[in-house]
């Protein structure tokens, strides 16, 4: 088939089983290109696929990473031949002192602080780059909360390309760190997330070899959310779990397991059962929460203030997509005070040995007031995920976490203390 010419720059490459793109809103169909709005209506694209013959045996043969299920993603098929951060196939971690303590029978901690730059956000990177190249994008680049920041910076590194990262200036400062070590543009912006985000849209209008990854790649970048579901659900040993609690700052990965859960079922891959997706949120930065309590359909926008600053997006792109998963699946979007989300980092490190960031935190309250309030069924096999690393957000514990004592270098000094 001839390649379909996508943008003043290049024809579109080899995008594996992907065979189109969709409007989620009123489903007008166009080829696969650089594109991310509806040419109708201005709605969000989706990828469309064909897997073909694609078995469970096919992936379990894969490499150790997310290019496992790379027969599910809208990348080549020779995408881990490329230089590139290799993330996924992080831990799935029996959590049955987390469990006891809360009162559930059977958790799982999802652990992404274990992929390559400590957070969920190199899976989304590494499938927009492989997109973008195909594309015939030149450069990485995106606005950030913190974390996408350190993905794109560090995938742009190994991949021996340039990147333009934009992040608001009042960032925590180890995310800060983390993001310039690596090189590239890297430019701090007096605004918040929002602000960030407007910008990133009109730099991407000018800059047309930019790929912006969650913005004018964002349909390719945000199927890379997809591999946390089929990780799951093969970890589990190719079962869906009942009930799932997943952070949610733009919706994209809340709504993006769930599309894999769903690809799973309807290829026979897993047993077609229900389960109940839920969001999470922090008070400070609760818009879709704050629609999903209300009953509404739409996602008002806010003004971000809390901790939780890699989850504070106030105008949330995929918002309304979460309140339809979670309302079709009989979940719910709940959120917790910032006090709450340092309990939660508190909670999950004391019981299971796993420093999450802010946004576990956030999962770990919002896991704990949904089994206090009964809407969450404390028999049923329960996955949260924790989708970043504690030590970019020591600033949350530092007030209230110390060493037991300090003490003179002798052992009369440590029996004055009184800690045997
Ligand atoms: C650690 C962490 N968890 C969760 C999220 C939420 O992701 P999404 O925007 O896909 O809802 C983010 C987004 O930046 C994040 O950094
Ligand atoms: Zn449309």
Same mark, same amino acid.
């Given at each position: 088939?001839?390649?379909?010419?996508?943008?003043?720059? @290049?024809?579109?490459?080899?995008?594996?089983?992907? @065979?189109?793109?969709?409007?989620?809103?009123?489903?007008?169909?166009?080829?696969?290109?650089?594109?991310?709005?509806?040419?109708e209506?201005f709605?969000?694209?989706?990828?469309?696929?064909?897997?073909?013959?694609?078995?469970?045996?096919?992936?379990?043969?894969?490499?150790?990473?997310?290019?496992?299920?790379?027969g599910?993603?809208p990348?080549?098929?020779?995408?881990?031949? @490329?230089?590139?951060? +290799?993330?996924?196939?992080?831990?799935?971690?029996?959590?049955?002192?987390?469990?006891?303590?809360?009162?559930?029978?059977?958790?799982?901690?999802?652990?992404?602080?274990?992929?390559?730059?400590?957070?969920?956000?190199?899976?989304?990177?590494?499938v927009?780059?492989?997109?973008?190249?195909?594309?015939?994008?030149?450069?990485? !680049?995106?606005?950030?909360? &913190?974390?996408?920041?350190?993905?794109?910076?560090?995938?742009?590194?190994?991949?021996?390309?340039?990147?333009? /990262?934009f992040?608001?200036s009042n960032?925590?400062?180890?995310?800060?760190?983390?993001?310039?070590?690596?090189?590239?543009?890297?430019?701090?912006?007096?605004?918040?997330y929002?602000?960030?985000?407007?910008?990133?849209?009109?730099?991407?209008g000018?800059?047309?070899?930019?790929?912006?990854?969650?913005?004018?790649?964002?349909?390719?970048?945000?199927?890379?959310?997809?591999?946390l579901?089929?990780?799951?659900? +093969?970890?589990?040993?190719?079962?869906?779990?009942?009930?799932?609690?997943?952070?949610?700052?733009?919706?994209?990965?809340?709504?993006?397991?769930?599309?894999?859960?769903?690809?799973?079922?309807?290829? &026979?891959?897993?047993?077609?059962?229900?389960?109940?997706?839920?969001?999470?949120?922090?008070?400070?930065?609760?818009?879709?929460?704050?629609?999903?309590?209300?009953?509404?359909?739409?996602?008002?926008?806010?003004?971000?203030?809390?901790?939780?600053?890699?989850? !504070?997006?106030?105008?949330?792109?995929?918002?309304?997509?979460?309140?339809?998963?979670?309302?079709?699946?009989?979940?719910?979007?709940?959120?917790?005070?910032d006090?709450? /989300?340092?309990?939660?980092?508190?909670?999950?490190?004391?019981?299971? &040995?796993?420093?999450?960031?802010?946004?576990?935190?956030? @999962?770990?309250?919002?896991?704990?007031?949904?089994?206090?309030?009964?809407?969450?069924?404390?028999?049923?096999?329960?996955?949260?995920?924790?989708?970043?690393?504690?030590?970019?957000?020591?600033?949350?514990?530092?007030?209230?976490?110390?060493?037991?004592?300090?003490?003179?270098?002798?052992?009369?000094?440590?029996?004055?203390?009184?800690?045997?």
């Open positions: 088939m001839a390649p379909t010419p996508v943008n003043d720059l @290049t024809p579109a490459g080899n995008l594996g089983p992907a @065979t189109a793109l969709v409007c989620r809103e009123c489903g007008h169909r166009r080829e696969l290109g650089a594109f991310y709005a509806c040419e209506c709605g969000p694209l989706e990828i469309e696929y064909d897997f073909g013959g694609l078995t469970r045996a096919d992936i379990e043969s894969g490499p150790a990473n997310i290019w496992r299920y790379r599910l993603l990348v080549p098929a020779n995408v881990a031949d @490329t230089p590139n951060t +290799e993330p996924g196939l992080t831990r799935l971690v029996r959590a049955d002192n987390l469990a006891e303590a809360l009162g559930l029978q059977r958790l799982w901690v999802k652990d992404d602080s274990g992929n390559p730059t400590h957070s969920f956000k190199d899976r989304v990177v590494a927009a780059l492989a997109a973008a190249r195909e594309l015939g994008f030149k450069v990485l !680049a995106c606005p950030s909360t &913190g974390n996408l920041a350190n993905a794109v910076a560090a995938a742009a590194a190994r991949a021996g390309i340039r990147s333009a /990262v992040v608001p960032l925590e400062q180890q995310k800060i760190i983390t993001t310039a070590v690596y090189g590239g543009t890297f430019v701090t912006v007096d605004g918040n929002d602000d960030v985000n407007r910008l990133a849209s009109e730099i991407a000018e800059q047309e070899d930019w790929a912006f990854v969650n913005v004018n790649v964002r349909p390719y970048y945000a199927e890379g959310s997809k591999t579901g089929y990780e799951i659900a +093969e970890q589990l040993g190719w079962r869906l779990p009942d009930q799932i609690v997943v952070p949610v700052a733009s919706g994209s990965q809340l709504t993006k397991i769930d599309k894999a859960f769903q690809e799973l079922i309807k290829l &026979g891959f897993v047993e077609d059962k229900p389960y109940r997706v839920f969001g999470a949120q922090a008070e400070g930065c609760g818009p879709v929460s704050a629609a999903f309590k209300a009953g509404h359909d739409v996602v008002r926008p806010v003004k971000p203030d809390t901790i939780a600053k890699s989850l !504070a997006i106030g105008n949330p792109a995929d918002g309304p997509y979460v309140l339809d998963v979670v309302r079709r699946t009989g979940g719910a979007v709940e959120d917790v005070t006090a709450q /989300v340092v309990d939660g980092i508190r909670l999950l490190a004391r019981t299971e &040995g796993i420093f999450g960031e802010t946004a576990g935190g956030v @999962t770990v309250s919002v896991l704990k007031k949904l089994i206090d309030d009964g809407r969450l069924d404390p028999s049923a096999e329960t996955v949260i995920i924790n989708s970043g690393d504690g030590l970019k957000t020591l600033d949350a514990v530092s007030p209230v976490v110390a060493p037991s004592a300090n003490i003179a270098p002798s052992l009369a000094a440590f029996r004055a203390a009184g800690l045997a």
